[in-house]
Nanobody, 124 residues
Framework: QVQLVESGGGLVQAGGSLRLSCAGSGRTFSSYTMGWFRQAPGKGREFIAAISWNGGTTYYADSVKGRFTISRDNAKNTAYLQMNNLKPEDTAIYYC?????????????????WGQGTQVTVSS
């Protein structure tokens, strides 16, 4: 099991950028596939991006492809989500999650461990 803590959310204007961080605990962080999901009010949890244990494979939802970049630094036990050209429809709570299996599932049920989430609000 790995404990995850997200940070970096906030309020930004449309067209702006934010960088989310997901700090993991434990020596096994580097063995996990890491994913980012989001949930807007009244909607289900939506897959955003995933990255393999060594960063060699990434996968993105079409809605964020070309605007968001997922990365990780295993020496720091941290995964990141760089979000550029943000839109009001990106407003949601963003969660990071860890999956013990190979990359890259877009089903939230595949991920065993979750952070508490961080709010991202994009104003028009």
């Amino acid at each position: 099991q790995v404990q995850l803590v997200e940070s970096g959310g906030g309020l930004v204007q449309a067209g702006g950028s934010l960088r989310l961080s997901c700090a993991g605990s434990g020596r096994t962080f580097s063995s996990y596939t890491m994913g980012w999901f989001r949930q807007a009010p009244g909607k289900g949890r939506e897959f955003i991006a995933a990255i393999s244990w060594n960063g060699g494979t990434t996968y993105y939802a079409d809605s964020v492809k070309g605007r968001f970049t997922i990365s990780r630094d295993n020496a720091k036990n941290t995964a990141y989500l760089q979000m550029n050209n943000l839109k009001p429809e990106d407003t949601a709570i963003y969660y990071c999650a860890a999956d013990r299996d190979d990359c890259c599932s877009y089903y939230y049920t595949a991920y065993e461990d979750w952070g508490q989430g961080t709010q991202v609000t994009v104003s028009s």
